[in-house]
């Protein structure tokens, strides 16, 4: 389990998924060393079936980008991906507000969760601007 409290300092770039890429394969979930990945589905009914995709919790992630690429030896040029769609970037910590504002997903998900998904970016945004 990830440790839990205050951050001692703010990474430079933050992990973000685009929902609208992601299919919830949990490949990230998988490698991720933290644990700051989690399944978000969505039932929509029998017709239309469950909506599933990956969010990150940007209050735990340390910017360690194994959830985007596998590390390897520096003398490797070959870079191993872990998301098989691309769904996960890195995004520079004074900008993961404006980025987090247009992950895509659910509408009625993000409506619901704009202030925890969107306030959390700009306060992380706002502290590392201020550092």
Do not use: F
């Not at 735990?60 to 003398?75: F, Y």
């Amino acid at each position: 389990m990830a440790k839990q409290g205050p951050r001692k300092k703010l990474p430079k770039e933050l992990a973000v998924i685009n929902a609208d890429n992601c299919t919830g394969c949990e490949s990230c979930l998988e490698v991720c060393p933290v644990d700051c990945i989690v399944l978000m589905k969505i039932d929509r009914g029998v017709v239309k079936g469950t909506q599933q995709w990956c969010e990150i919790d940007l209050e735990r992630c340390v910017g360690c980008e194994v959830c985007v690429h596998i590390p390897g030896k520096k003398s490797n040029p070959y870079d191993l991906k872990v998301c098989p769609w691309d769904a996960i970037e890195m995004v520079p910590t004074e900008q993961v507000a404006q980025v987090v504002a247009q992950i895509g997903g659910p509408p009625e998900y993000i409506h619901a969760n704009w202030d925890r998904l969107v306030g959390t970016a700009q306060h992380l945004a706002e502290l590392k601007a201020g550092a």
